[in-house]
């Protein structure tokens, strides 16, 4: 069969693409080497954001873009992406107030906001936000964007992509893509078949450069930076929902966010990085940075002994030249290329997870004198898979089937419609008591497994753990070897185990 689109790469790029074109009436066919967001777009500091810092750059096109989409897409998804409120402590040695309460102006009036509410001052002596914080700040502003739970984004584009007719091959390698007379010849790992498809589309992430090199063996192309970024996640370090963005003397930004109940989330780097891009590690050099970032700010300084998690990831930039990896653009570059009858390929390079709906649009654009038929644009009003309903009744329908599902701990309720929105249902129906759920690894059941490998792509006790979810951080050791050999291929599983409610 010939494709329209063969999608190299499921991370949130590839997989917006696949979505929005499958969509429109295009034949689609997706392929991701590993897991679904095993790439970069698991790894991201998990804000559906403007970029505050990125007006410094003059980066107006995109933070007005990306102002715009943290509604859109909260509407869209409204279970995996909520508000969230940032302070901003005024430091006096760095940026003057006069220009922090002008971005911030800009911040609240680029992007048409509705539904988040706008900035305000506060008074660090008397706000809550003040108590963690050394005694010297006395004053800063309080501001909006949101949250997204990454992985999740991704899971849900190719669960649409898939429902609108595409293709989704995980853990398949595209291993080499050669021009026929007006299309590709595309080889995949473990298949001797040949798939033809008219156009390529490159969305290797950090990849991109690899697979033009390797896979298309191209002499010559545009460069990736990759700019590596790495987060610690510590024990909680205190107690009200807001989170901080904290000013660095380099000039960079530091986040600290609450994290999984338990947890603060503390980042990020950027460092420049060589070489496969495959399974990025923090350095003892980056966890002292974040460290003295945040003991510059709270009152009780973060103990290297508190870390219980790290992660890295590579922002696949385009590489302008600018000198220091902080300052190259965030914005996303798209290159057609491929001459008059040619086959045409497209590849992506950089391009924020807060973009990647308009990145596909844009995409779409691109290749439309391709397809005269191809339909118009379509995301903006679309729900994605579970996110039907308004985005201000979460706690109504949570409550809800907390009453539903009793049999369930309600924080367990919670956790699972935050993951699965109205298809939480689906996962649920015709359960009356804990033993219909199966077998249970900490609050996972089998029942949630089963949904996870028949709609999700799961093969793998990791994917679900740090990718479906954040469980590996609750699951204990011997919950989480349960899980792994439950997974195991060939490994029965162990009869269902009673569990008190
Ligand atoms: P990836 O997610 O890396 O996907 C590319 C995929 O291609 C990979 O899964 C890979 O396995 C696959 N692949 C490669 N080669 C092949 C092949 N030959 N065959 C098949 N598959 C292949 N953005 C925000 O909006 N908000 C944030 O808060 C934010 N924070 C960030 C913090 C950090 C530290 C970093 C690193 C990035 C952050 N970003 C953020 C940016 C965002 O995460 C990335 O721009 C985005 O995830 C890139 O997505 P992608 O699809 O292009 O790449």
């Known amino acids: 069969m010939m494709y329209d689109l063969f999608v190299i790469g499921g991370?949130?790029?590839?997989?917006?693409?696949?979505?929005?074109?499958?969509?429109?009436?295009?034949?689609?066919?997706?392929?991701?080497?590993?897991?679904?967001?095993?790439?970069?777009?698991?790894?991201?500091?998990?804000?559906?954001?403007?970029?505050?810092?990125?007006?410094?750059?003059?980066?107006?096109?995109?933070?007005?873009?990306?102002?715009?989409?943290?509604?859109?897409?909260?509407?869209?998804?409204?279970?995996?992406?909520?508000?969230?409120?940032?302070?901003?402590?005024?430091?006096?040695?760095?940026?003057p107030r006069p220009l922090i309460r002008l971005g911030l102006f800009l911040y609240d009036h680029l992007g048409g906001r509705k539904i988040l509410p706008p900035t305000r001052s506060v008074d660090l002596r008397r706000d809550v936000t003040g108590e963690p914080l050394r005694?010297?700040?006395?004053?800063?502003?309080?501001?909006?964007?949101?949250?997204?739970?990454?992985?999740?984004?991704?899971?849900?584009?190719?669960m649409d992509a898939r429902n609108?007719?595409?293709?989704?091959?995980?853990?398949?390698?595209?291993?080499?893509?050669?021009?026929?007379?007006?299309?590709?010849?595309?080889?995949?790992?473990?298949?001797?078949?040949?798939?033809?498809?008219r156009v390529l589309i490159n969305a290797a992430g950090p990849w991109v450069g690899n697979v033009l090199t390797n896979v298309v063996r191209q002499n010559e192309s545009d460069k990736v930076r990759?700019?590596?970024?790495?987060?610690?996640?510590?024990?909680?370090?205190?107690?009200?929902?807001?989170?901080?963005?904290?000013?660095?003397?380099?000039?960079?930004?530091?986040?600290?966010?609450?994290?999984?109940?338990?947890?603060?989330?503390?980042?990020?780097?950027?460092?420049?990085?060589?070489?496969?891009?495959?399974?990025?590690?923090?350095?003892?050099?980056?966890?002292?940075?974040?460290?003295?970032?945040?003991?510059?700010?709270?009152?009780?300084p973060v103990t290297r002994a508190q870390v219980r998690w790290t992660y890295s990831g590579i922002r696949p930039l385009y590489d302008d030249g600018a000198s220091k990896a902080q300052e190259a653009t965030r914005d996303y570059v798209l290159k057609l290329e491929g001459a008059?009858?040619?086959?045409?390929?497209?590849?992506?390079?950089?391009?924020?997870?807060?973009?990647?709906?308009?990145?596909?649009?844009?995409?779409?654009?691109?290749i439309a004198p391709f397809f005269p038929k191809l339909g118009k644009s379509w995301t903006a009003q679309s729900a994605l898979p579970g996110g039907d309903f308004p985005h201000d009744d979460v706690d109504r329908r949570i409550a809800d089937l907390q009453r539903t599902y009793s049999f369930l701990k309600p924080q367990n309720v919670a956790r699972i419609f935050r993951a699965?929105?109205?298809?939480?249902?689906?996962?649920?129906?015709?359960?009356?008591?804990?033993?219909?759920?199966g077998q249970f690894f900490g609050p996972l059941s089998e029942r949630e497994v089963t949904y996870l490998k028949t709609e999700e792509w799961v093969q793998e006790a990791d994917d679900i753990l740090w990718r479906r979810s954040k469980l590996g951080l609750h699951l204990t050791a011997d919950e989480q070897a349960a899980l792994r050999a439950y997974m195991k291929p060939g490994v029965k599983a162990k009869p269902a185990k009673r569990v008190k409610v």
């Open 226 to 300: 990759m700019v590596k970024g790495s987060h610690i996640v510590v024990d909680r370090l205190y107690a009200h929902d807001r989170c901080y963005i904290f000013q660095n003397a380099d000039g960079r930004i530091c986040f600290a966010i609450p994290y999984e109940q338990n947890f603060t989330l503390i980042g990020t780097t950027d460092e420049d990085h060589q070489g496969d891009p495959s399974n990025p590690q923090i350095t003892e050099t980056e966890i002292e940075y974040l460290l003295s970032a945040t003991a510059e700010y709270f009152r009780r």
């Open 135 to 158: 005694e010297e700040y006395l004053h800063g502003y309080e501001y909006s964007d949101c949250w997204v739970e990454d992985a999740r984004l991704v899971v849900l584009s190719a």
């Open 420 to 437: 699965y929105g109205t298809n939480a249902e689906k996962m649920f129906a015709g359960a009356r008591f804990a033993k219909d759920m």
């Open 11 to 95: 991370g949130i790029n590839g997989c917006g693409i696949a979505r929005d074109a499958a969509g429109r009436g295009l034949k689609v066919f997706l392929a991701e080497q590993g897991d679904l967001a095993s790439g970069t777009s698991s790894a991201s500091t998990k804000l559906i954001h403007g970029g505050l810092r990125y007006l410094e750059h003059y980066e107006f096109r995109l933070v007005r873009e990306a102002l715009i989409e943290r509604e859109v897409l909260l509407r869209a998804a409204p279970h995996i992406i909520w508000p969230l409120r940032f302070v901003l402590p005024h430091h006096k040695g760095l940026r």
């Open 340 to 366: 008059s009858g040619e086959a045409p390929m497209l590849s992506v390079f950089g391009g924020k997870i807060t973009t990647f709906r308009r990145l596909s649009e844009s995409v779409m654009d691109k």
């Open 164 to 197: 609108k007719g595409a293709e989704i091959r995980t853990r398949t390698k595209c291993t080499s893509a050669t021009r026929q007379a007006g299309h590709w010849n595309l080889t995949i790992s473990g298949k001797d078949e040949v798939i033809e498809a």
